[in-house]
Structure formats: C-alpha cells, structure tokens
C-alpha cells in the first residue's frame, strides 16, 4: 500500500498550491479518502475529506470557502486545491485513506506559506 503526496512548495500569501495523492495497493474507489495537516507544535488536524464515491465532502472550518478536495477514482487520486493560503496554512500536508477496517498514511507534503 502507498499513498505518495505531492505538489507542495513554498507560496505566497495569496497564492495557491494544488495537492495531489497517488493511492496504490488498494481498492482506492472503496475507501474515504482525506487531507490533514499538522503545523509545528500542533497536533495533526482533519481539513477536508470526501466519501468513497464523492458524494459527501467535509471541511474545516478553517479552509471553508478556500479548499477543495476531489477525487479521480479512474487515476486513484484524491486532490486538495488549496486558494488564498494564509501563513497559519503552512504545515505538512497528509494525505490519509480509511475504510471500515484499514488506515492508511502517505508520507506528507510540506506546504510553507511566506512571504
């Protein structure tokens, strides 16, 4: 099983950055697939998430408005389209798959927003 982030980077404030987590090992159509984050010295936090099919998406409250995930299941990937990146944004970016019995975790992404 992998998950491999990618699409990180340093970015203004601003700006934006598109994520992108390449799934393989799995049946990736069946699994609930989400974003976190964790900043330095914080504990990791859920941003968004999307169901198996992408009929439900979650957000934080936090990248409302500004985020979007999607999913391609033809290509097993799930994406996170990242607008308007404050500061407070910059952390390592996880990219995590969940089905009733399996938790899977990429690696992360570094995401720095600065000017």
């Known amino acids: 099983v992998q998950l491999v982030e990618s699409g990180g980077g340093l970015v203004q404030p601003g700006g934006s950055l598109r994520l992108s987590c390449a799934a393989s090992?799995?049946?990736?159509?069946?699994?609930?697939m989400s974003w976190y984050r964790q900043a330095p010295g914080k504990e990791r936090e859920l941003v968004a998430a999307?169901?198996?099919?992408?009929?439900?998406?979650n957000y934080s409250d936090s990248v409302k408005g500004r985020f979007t995930i999607s999913r391609d299941n033809a290509k097993n990937t799930v994406y996170l389209q990242m607008n308007s990146l404050k500061p407070e944004d910059t952390a390592v970016y996880y990219c995590?798959?969940?089905?009733?019995?399996?938790?899977?975790w990429g690696k992360g992404t570094l995401v720095t927003v600065s000017s």
């Open positions: 995590n798959a969940r089905s009733h019995y399996y938790d899977y």
């Open positions: 090992g799995f049946t990736f159509s069946s699994y609930r």
């Open positions: 999307i169901t198996s099919g992408g009929g439900s998406i």
